[in-house]
């Protein structure tokens, strides 16, 4: 049982222009969501989160929609660069859940020169 | 500040045989996390520790995986005895408790 989904397991942009990560998700009591991060040989880095009060959260050239009614939520980043091809994992966890994580399978971006 | 050391970063074993891992986590970070993440697939929680007790092992495999915190700072989680579908990548994490999780390295374990 897939509660978090990324659908698309790799995505190929060219340098300067918008990288556009999805994700969806079927369990209705997630109501915080985070994106990581992750380089080969390293483990997952956090990026950015958004509380499901909100439906948008900036950081620098990275911003996080969310959807609820969809239970959909996307990571855009502007420009794309060369250093943000990586996997990217889309997580979610339920507030007074203890902290658990439940990731999506990622997607790979590959950023061109 | 260092991060969350792991080791080994790469096991290799034959099924049936015993592995072991060990994490230690940011200095002063209270909950430690132990997540399996199988190729193509994202990080599972195997189990998380806040101190030297045990919060949610709802997800380990109880009858051949098992994890330890002695004194509430390093974990160690074992594999007793090893299948093929073992293979993955362990991730262990740490946290300020509820916060934000770090994530190490990751130990890489192949089982032929």
């Known amino acids: 049982d897939q509660q978090v989904k990324q659908n698309s397991p790799s995505l190929s942009v060219q340098e300067g222009r918008i990288s556009i990560l999805n994700c969806d998700y079927t369990?209705?009591?997630?109501?915080?969501f985070l994106w990581y991060k992750k380089y080969p040989a390293e483990g997952p880095t956090f990026l950015i989160s958004i509380s499901s009060i909100k439906d948008k959260n900036e950081d620098g050239r990275f911003t996080v929609f969310l959807n609820k009614s969809a239970k959909h939520l996307s990571l855009h980043i502007v420009p794309s660069q060369p250093g943000d091809s990586a996997v990217y994992f889309c997580a979610a966890s339920i507030t007074g859940g203890g902290n658990k994580l439940t990731f999506g399978t990622g997607t790979q971006l590959k950023v061109e020169l | 500040e260092a991060g969350v050391a792991q080791s080994p970063r790469y096991k290799i074993i034959e099924k049936r045989q015993s592995v072991a891992f060990w994490c230690n986590p940011i200095s002063g970070h209270a909950t430690l996390y132990w997540y399996q993440q199988i190729l193509g697939q994202g990080p599972k929680l195997l189990i998380q520790f806040q101190n030297n007790g045990v919060v949610d092992d709802s997800q380990l495999p109880k009858d051949r995986f098992s994890a330890e915190r002695l004194k509430g700072v390093d974990s160690t989680l074992k594999i007793q005895p090893a299948k093929l579908e073992d293979s993955a990548v362990y991730l262990c994490?740490?946290?300020?408790?509820?916060?934000?999780?770090?994530f190490g390295p990751g130990t890489r374990l192949t089982v032929l």
């Open positions: 369990n209705s009591m997630f109501d915080y």
């Open positions: 994490a740490s946290s300020h408790y509820l916060n934000e999780q770090f």
